[in-house]
């Protein structure tokens, strides 16, 4: 979607962007919602390891290089002080 993810993204204050912290190209979030089809056979396996990630990154987000982050308003109201960075250089 244009706004960064689904309803059920914006429900939840989260958008999805690339490693420079932009919003997804069409290319990029048609590959990345391929990939979910794709993969929902392996949604044990994906789960896993998105609770093993350091980043909580599911294996579509993994696969098409795509992070699912909080916007700032929700950070700023949670952490106004946090001195919390993403390491997303791999």
Known sequence: ???????????MHAVVVNK????LSFRKALWRNLLKLLLLPFAPLSFYAL???FRRQA???K??????MWTPDV???????SSYQVDIKS
Do not use: T, W
């Not at 979607?1 to 429900?11: D, I, L, Q």
């Not at 420079?20 to 919003?23: H, T, V, Y």
């Open 1 to 11: 979607a244009r706004s960064g993810g689904g309803v059920f993204k914006r429900v």
């Open 20 to 23: 420079q912290g932009k919003a």
């Open 63 to 68: 696969l098409s290089g795509s992070f699912v």
């Open 51 to 53: 609770s093993k990630d």
């Open 59 to 61: 294996l579509h987000d």
């Open 75 to 81: 950070i700023a109201a949670s952490e106004p002080e």
